[in-house]
């Protein structure tokens, strides 16, 4: 008995610093305001952290505001169509919040207020799967749309009756990068023994994405998973090498540091180009929940249902298991670089480490199981559930 208190004590802590680490490193509190009809709510003039809660589950599903039906949902993250067990019990499960209400987003309101506006997603496939749940939920509400690739998108649509657009911009690190070879370079790199990797240039952006800050109302950003790809920045065969002003960072920087320096240099290069009149979000990192090892060597992500305290303590130990760590790590260096500036923070990282049983899993498609992106209808639904409740809080200040 005495051992199971300790190990339930230091699981206890564990997640204490992980979710203290989040909250208190930019100090981002929101005041909550919820569109009519809604949950009951605390007054206008109480801070909501919507970050902060447990999640319920209701006896009956909550009623979706999209199904498996929406054509933009990927094949491979449609839960529901793809018969994965619990896929119809996701639905069951509502964040709560403590001390206040998190309202669900409602797509006709929605669509009404943001008429004549421009929404951009740019980030990796994570900040997709939140796209496609606002897409869906959307299109749920009004289904004339006018597809198209908005200030060079990946994807993109119009609703036409609102003239409402939504676009997705797909960029891995933000920072422009391609290939590198000792032959490219004037011989700093070679000298310390690189003879090829990728070049990373921290004060450049990634072409994919540098319209979207000028045809866009409201940016919702997000980098994180690339930085710690061993599988295609190989540290010994590919690594990351950073330049900076077109030369080589001496002595080189580890994908930690070059990751805080070039979100330094992106978020400076949106702020100068964006006048105050649009809305900036950083969505924290989406944590991955892989047990057994990792996406190549054999991991799984097989439960039923969220995580409890202890569960989360122990698969997100650095001690127990570095396979799932992404997330806290990516996250302190997010927060270094985030403060100070214009952005305001979508903390999704304190709600998800909790939903080991909302992803694809053998469901979605692969050879591997998919342990890091999340079935829709699903937990990127809630995510959207945050963005909307905190733009209508900055929207009345």
Not at 183 to 195: H, I, M, N, R, V
Not at 218 to 242: C, E, R
Request: aromatic letters at 12%; charged letters at 20%.
């Amino acid at each position: 008995m005495a051992l199971k208190l300790t190990t339930r004590r230091r699981n206890l802590s564990l997640l204490s610093l992980f979710l203290l680490f989040l909250l208190y490193s930019l100090s981002f509190n929101f005041t909550s305001r919820s569109p009519d009809p809604s949950p009951p709510v605390l007054p206008r003039s109480a801070p909501c952290n919507y970050s902060e809660g447990k999640w319920i589950r209701n006896p009956d599903p909550i009623k979706p505001r999209y199904d498996q039906s929406c054509k933009e949902i990927y094949k491979g993250w449609n839960c529901i169509a793809n018969a994965k067990s619990n896929g119809q019990d996701l639905l069951r499960w509502r964040w709560q919040p403590s001390g206040c209400e998190l309202p669900l987003a409602d797509p006709v309101s929605f669509l009404e207020r943001y008429r004549n506006t421009n929404i951009g997603f740019v980030g990796d496939s994570l900040n997709r799967n939140m796209y496609i749940s606002l897409v869906c939920m959307l299109r749920s509400a009004s289904s004339e749309v006018r597809k198209w690739r908005p200030a060079g998108a990946d994807k993109g649509l119009t609703f036409v009756r609102y003239n409402l657009t939504l676009a997705y911009h797909r960029t891995y690190l933000l920072a422009r990068y391609g290939s590198w070879s000792a032959t490219s370079d004037s011989g700093a790199l070679e000298s310390l023994g690189y003879k090829q990797g990728y070049r990373i240039d921290v004060d450049v952006p990634d072409q994919k994405w540098v319209e979207a800050p000028k045809f866009h109302h409201i940016l919702v950003f997000n980098t994180g998973h690339w930085w710690w790809a061993p599988s295609k920045f190989d540290p010994v065969q590919s690594p990351m090498l950073f330049f900076q002003n077109g030369i080589p960072v001496i002595p080189p920087l580890t994908p930690p540091l070059g990751m805080e320096l070039a979100l330094k240099h992106m978020l400076r290069y949106i702020e100068n180009l964006v006048g105050p009149e649009k809305f900036l979000f950083f969505r924290t990192q989406s944590p991955r929940h892989f047990e057994g090892g990792d996406w190549n060597a054999g991991g799984s992500c097989r439960r039923d249902q969220p995580l409890s305290i202890d569960e989360v303590g122990e698969l997100f130990s650095l001690e127990r298991n570095g396979t799932n760590v992404e997330s806290l790590l990516v996250n302190q260096h997010l927060f270094k670089a985030l403060k100070g500036s214009r952005f305001h923070t979508l903390d999704i990282t304190s709600m998800s480490v909790f939903r080991a049983d909302a992803h694809p899993s053998t469901t979605g498609g692969k050879k591997h199981e998919d342990c890091m992106h999340w079935c829709l209808p699903g937990l990127p639904d809630i995510w959207n559930d945050l963005f909307v409740a905190t733009l209508e809080t900055l929207q009345i200040k």
